[in-house]
């Protein structure tokens, strides 16, 4: 594929499972692909209801994300999400992370 995202999927995967997730979206995409992969913040979990955070068993900080997303891509840019707005502001504070990843490493 040339381009391909993932919202709200990776919290719902098992930390030991990532890297299969990540390793097979990579596999999934042309050399010069780009992979759009968001999810709720790990901080935004304060306010997440009880059966929301049942189901999210890997959020993450989003150096967290960054770093987990750059094992799999050459270049990653990270975006952060409060209501609306997408901005590139101070991570703790946002309730959604974005990681705009392009170019696949190859193993």
């Known amino acids: 594929y040339d381009a391909l ?3 709200d999927v990776m919290e719902h995967i098992r930390i030991e499972k990532e890297a299969t997730f990540l390793a097979n979206i990579c596999r999934s995409l042309r ?3 780009v992979a759009i992969i968001g999810m709720p913040s ?3 979990q304060t306010y997440a209801s009880p059966e929301s955070k049942q189901g999210h068993v ?3 900080t989003g150096d967290q ?3 987990s997303l ?3 891509f050459n270049n990653v840019f990270m975006f952060s999400m409060n ?3 997408v901005h590139t502001g101070f991570f703790p504070m ?3 992370l974005i990681g705009l990843c392009c170019g696949p490493k190859r193993e």
């Open 31 to 33: 050399d010069h692909g």
């Open 94 to 96: 946002a309730h959604y």
């Open 83 to 85: 209501d609306e707005i």
């Open 58 to 60: 890997n959020c993450k």
């Open 65 to 67: 994300l960054r770093y």
């Open 42 to 44: 790990i901080e935004s």
């Open 5 to 7: 995202y993932s919202l």
């Open 70 to 72: 750059n094992k799999y």
